[in-house]
């Protein structure tokens, strides 16, 4: 039951109008009853157009399809606010921090893994001054290798609340998932069933060591752990010798029990 098409511009008859109001109501009766059960006509002429489209959208919920489409449609509203952004240094709004740094900064990247962080840092900030941290040996030999003859500083150790050894898990070598909780993550098939002990020390003793009175941009990628690193510079923080600080928050966060409240 097509609704007329016409390709004139003359006005329609009296008769004509009459009979395309038929058709648009005849074809929205058969879309109720693709949807949903009873009567068609009783439900199309009893119910006002408030609920009416309510039940349109209840049914289109309903649907797998539509389902899939609306969490494409939420994914992209999140990433377009910054949510979920973070795995990239390109989008997660970094850049427009490390533009702010000026020439010769001092910056700290904790849980450099293969340097990612690193290589966009010496980049964009003039005579950097770059001190890197990874506890893992396997990462921290692909570090050195991609940073080979770049000026900065790498450290195959850890930071921490305290100063000490810890078991980091993590799933493979050179892994960017290591953490040191033994993360619940196979609902993303993976498992964090390889152990390594790893050196961990303290930024307020480092800084001490090395004779660093401030830091431009303190960056902290620790999966779950950011909370000790922070407690093991609460000194610096304290005296405000900190510009910046850049951390991760995220699901790591519930396997370390570590909340904002």
Known sequence: HPIPCRRTSAPWSKGERRFSCFSIHFHVVHFIEWFGKGSAFRI???MNSKRLVILLIAKINSNQIAQKALAWVVKAANYFQGIGSGS????????????????K?????????KGDFARVVLERVPDVQLHCFEPSVSTYRRLTSELAGRTVTLNNFGLAEKEGQQILYTNENESGMASLSPRTIA???LSLDQEERVVLKTLSGY???NNISRIDLLKIDVE?????VLLGGIELLRSQ????VLFEFGGCNIDSRTFFR
Request: proline content about 0%; glycine content about 12%; some cysteine.
């Open 44 to 46: 199309f002429f009893r």
């Open 88 to 103: 990239s240094v390109e989008t997660s709004g970094e850049l427009a921090i490390l533009d702010r740094l000026g020439a």
């Open 105 to 113: 900064a001092v910056v700290f990247d904790v849980g450099a893994n």
């Open 187 to 189: 609902y993303r098939n």
């Open 207 to 209: 800084c001490r060591a």
């Open 224 to 228: 779950g752990h950011e909370m000790g």
């Open 241 to 244: 010798s900190i510009r910046y």
